[in-house]
Each structure stands twice: as C-alpha cells, then as structure tokens.
C-alpha cells in the first residue's frame, strides 16, 4: 500500500480551497452497518474513474454543490479522500470558517447504492451487523454528525502546519516509515507510541 499524501504548494488565500477526509472506514457505523474493504476499493474506483460531487447534508440541487472529488484512496481500511472545493458557491466561506473554528469537527457521509451486502455477528456489540460488500458512490456530503465515528474532514497537513491553525493538532510521523501516527499507533506499520 501506498501512503496518502498531497502535496499542496501554499500561496496567500489558498488555506481551504483544498481538503482532504476519511469519507467512511470498515468501523462498524452508529447505524450497526459496516463496509468492507471490497466497498472501500469500489468506491475509491468509482471516484478515479468518474468523480463526485461534495454536497452539504445530502442535499443534491446543484446550487448545493460544495466542491468536486477527483481522487481518493483506500488506506488502512480507510476511504480517504481529496477535495476541490467549490468558491463560488456561498457556504464557501461558512464552511471553511467553522472547520477552521478550533474544536469544532465536520463529518463526512457517503451517498450511493449499495450493491450486495452480507450479514455477520459482531462480537463487540453483541449482534448481527449488515457489511456492505459492494457500494456504488454517487457523493459525499459535510454532515454535522457522521454516521461512521471516524468520517470527517481535515485540511491538509502541509497547509494546517504551515499556516499554524489553532486546534490543530501537532503531526507525528512515523520513524519506522514516516506514516502518520494516528492516536498513537502508526497507520501503516501499527508501531506504538
């Protein structure tokens, strides 16, 4: 597997016209739903292949288009993606604003057709869960609450580094292999810190 980075040149005005998230994960969801990592490369196939639209709450009118997805990687389990955002629409602003408003977190939620699915008892909640073995994505949207606890959106780490954004937390690299550290393992090669 191969890192997830983006390497994102900085220039006065640029700090939030590109960002990136993890759009959904194999976690299991608020709705007892989970992906499998067979939907995570279908859907991170679908947006190299045809790109979707970043919408707001799921609202799919065109004035309510926020920016476009282009790219997007499946990593660690993890459906990752990199977002344009659109400047001319009005919530630019909004939008930028608050995920730059130390604390507060913007979720991510995906949209599309779920293709075929399976069911599985999952140990941790005592219960059968349905997996999502194949999902066609028609977009993602910024939502207040995500349905998957660890879908949300981030600026890039070069940016957010080099433009000092309050509550943004420091970056960890890896010294094994320079990957991020997230909650103190390392995405790729699972060394504790």
């Keep these: 597997m191969n890192d997830f980075n983006f390497i994102i040149p900085l220039q006065k005005g640029l700090i939030g016209d590109t960002l990136t ?15 499998s990592a067979n939907a995570i490369n279908n859907m991170t196939d679908g947006v190299k292949r045809e790109g979707v639209n970043l919408f707001g709450n799921h609202q799919h009118d065109w004035e309510n288009i926020l920016g476009g997805i282009d790219n997007a990687e499946a990593f660690d389990k993890k459906f990752k993606i990199n977002i344009n955002l659109n400047k001319a629409n009005p919530k630019y602003e909004q939008l ?13 939620s995906v949209g599309g057709n779920v293709k075929s699915f399976h069911w599985e ?13 194949e999902v066609e994505v028609y977009e993602v949207s ?26 943004m937390p420091p970056i960890f690299k890896c010294v094994n292999c320079n990957s991020e550290v997230e909650k103190g393992v390392c995405a790729l090669c699972l060394t504790r810190y």
Excluded: H, W
């Design 21 to 35: 998230g993890t759009a959904s994960t194999t976690s299991v969801d608020r709705d007892e739903e989970r992906m």
């Design 96 to 108: 930028v604003g608050t995920l730059n408003t130390k604390g507060v977190r913007i979720g991510l």
């Design 121 to 133: 008892y999952d140990k941790a909640i005592g219960k059968k869960i349905k997996v999502l073995d």
């Design 142 to 167: 910024v939502v207040g609450i995500p349905s998957n606890k660890e879908s949300f959106l981030t600026i890039p780490q070069a940016i957010a580094k080099s433009a000092k954004l309050p509550g």
